[in-house]
């Protein structure tokens, strides 16, 4: 990334998911930190999600998720990001994610998982540290 180039993240609510607050302190807090952020608002397919990403040309994929459903889509949403060549990009998730579901996570491809509680701080250093 240049210098004078802004990190750019998706932020996307995944499936059926209707609870966006959270995401938008997240979306808010990023902003703040100099990130340029694209919230796609609620019910996002993998293949939105995917095509966003890609048209937004974006450094960071980070999916909200408070429904419990986070490995099921994020097993949807793996291989269509790879499709796209979006391997490089880095890939983070927090929400309601049971500490048992966190090593799925990883192995689907998510570097950061922040579940509910994270420090906005915490985020917004581990993006600035992996992007």
């Given at each position: 990334m240049s210098g004078d180039r802004h990190i750019r993240v998706v932020l996307a609510k995944p499936g059926l998911d209707?609870?966006?607050?959270?995401?938008?302190?997240?979306?808010?807090?990023?902003?703040?930190?100099?990130?340029?952020?694209?919230y796609t608002g609620l019910r996002q397919t993998p293949e939105q999600i995917t095509r966003i990403a890609t048209q937004e040309d974006v450094d960071v994929i980070a999916l909200?998720?408070?429904?419990?459903?986070?490995?099921?889509?994020?097993?949807?949403?793996?291989?269509l990001l790879e499709e796209a060549g979006l391997t490089d990009k880095l890939w983070i998730i927090g929400g309601n994610l049971?500490?048992?579901?966190?090593?799925?996570?990883?192995?689907?491809g998510f570097k950061g998982i922040f579940p509910t509680g994270s420090k906005l701080d915490a985020i917004c250093d581990f993006i600035k540290a992996n992007a």
């Open positions: 209707g609870h966006d607050q959270g995401a938008k302190v997240v979306a808010r807090a990023l902003r703040d930190a100099g990130f340029e952020v694209i909200s998720s408070m429904a419990g459903s986070h490995l099921a889509f994020c097993r949807r949403l793996k291989p049971p500490a048992q579901d966190h090593d799925g996570l990883r192995a689907l």
